[in-house]
């Protein structure tokens, strides 16, 4: 009887595959392709984090309008920054230039109990004047409660910071500032600008109009500031604003690194006030950065005021403010300059229109 001849033992090992390994060329072409998705899928990530950049950003200006609006329902007006009380010769103490000593904070100190802080504007001492030993010292030079030694204007408050903003939470060069990313419009006012460089731009629209605007914002009354507030010891109430809130702007973005009047931080009185004379994002030379192209040769420094005292972002193609009446606008690089003008005099009677 014929037997079939038995299959061939197989000398593999039980229980295993033999698999093909990758060659380089595929191996090669594998990671080419996972170079181009990341190339493809990276501006889209950065994009997304800027628009949850930007979010926040609105967002801390929404919280701003609103605490602005608190402190008016129990003031009658809009937070002020004060120097002195009552006002006399900014600077001037016994023919001496003197910005600290007695001053009161900035806007920004106002509304602080508006926005959860509470217990940092109770730390205050607002009653004492002099530049002498704490706790007498002025506010500039208060520290916080506690062993930890650090000053109050050190204090960073996230609600002050746009997260688009590229410059250091504190200043570069004292640390015991912390910045503010944002600033009170003062409106279109004559802001004098570095030898050379003349006034900035023109008109100004509240000189136009005749109903005329100190430099600077300088002063304790209505007629000197076209603006929500002065630099110094005003600010408007809603009764103030005859072209309408929703026609104003309140507080917008800027640059501490690239203004003059921000390089502190949010607590200084000489600080956070911007004018809409410059237009939105004028290019400057800023702290800290790449210089830029002149457009005007020479009139670029973050010092120059006519040019650098504007507001300003991060943000591509323009900033955001928020409007007296509590609403946030994204305002383009391109706005007509006589529309933004408009926007920042609170009472000059003329139509807006689009913006």
């Not at 990758?22 to 950065?46: C, S, Y």
């Not at 509304?111 to 607002?126: E, G, R, T, V």
């Not at 002149?294 to 403010?321: L, M, R």
Request: hydrophobic share 40%.
């Amino acid at each position: 009887m014929h037997t079939p001849a038995q299959a061939p033992r197989s000398t593999k090992p039980i229980g295993l595959t033999l698999s093909r390994a990758f060659t380089l060329i595929e191996l090669l072409v594998v990671i080419a392709i996972i170079a181009i998705l990341i190339a493809l899928l990276l501006p889209a990530v950065q994009q997304a984090r800027e628009a949850a950049r930007r979010t926040q950003c609105r967002n801390n200006l929404k919280q701003l309008g609103l605490a602005m609006h608190n402190y008016h329902d129990n003031f009658n007006r809009f937070g002020a920054t004060f120097w002195r009380s009552p006002w006399s010769d900014p600077g001037i103490i016994g023919g001496v230039n003197d910005w600290t000593n007695g001053t009161k904070g900035s806007w920004m100190v106002r509304i602080l109990p508006y926005i959860d802080q509470a217990p940092l504007y109770n730390a205050m001492n607002f009653a004492a004047e002099t530049p002498g030993p704490c706790p007498n010292c002025h506010l500039e030079a208060q520290p916080l409660p506690g062993p930890s030694g650090k000053l109050i204007r050190g204090t960073v408050i996230e609600a002050f910071c746009c997260p688009t903003d590229r410059a250091p939470k504190s200043n570069r060069d004292d640390p015991n500032w912390a910045k503010s990313s944002y600033a009170i419009s003062i409106g279109n006012a004559a802001m004098g600008a570095q030898p050379g460089c003349g006034q900035g731009y023109t008109p100004f629209l509240g000189n136009s109009f005749g109903l005329g605007v100190a430099a600077h914002a300088d002063g304790d009354r209505a007629h000197h500031v076209s603006g929500i507030a002065s630099r110094c010891n005003w600010a408007a109430s809603i009764s103030d604003i005859g072209d309408g809130t929703s026609n104003t702007i309140l507080v917008g973005e800027s640059l501490p690194e690239c203004v003059d009047h921000m390089w502190a931080g949010w607590l200084h009185f000489n600080n956070v006030w911007i004018s809409t004379t410059a237009p939105i994002n004028f290019p400057i030379h800023c702290q800290g950065r790449p210089a830029v192209t002149e457009t005007i040769p020479g009139c670029h420094d973050w010092n120059d005021h006519g040019y650098a005292q504007g507001f300003k972002s991060d943000h591509v193609g323009g900033a955001h403010v928020v409007l007296a009446d509590g609403a946030v606008r994204f305002l383009g690089n391109n706005i007509d300059y006589m529309t933004y003008q408009r926007l920042g005099d609170r009472r000059d009677g003329q139509v807006v229109g689009d913006f």
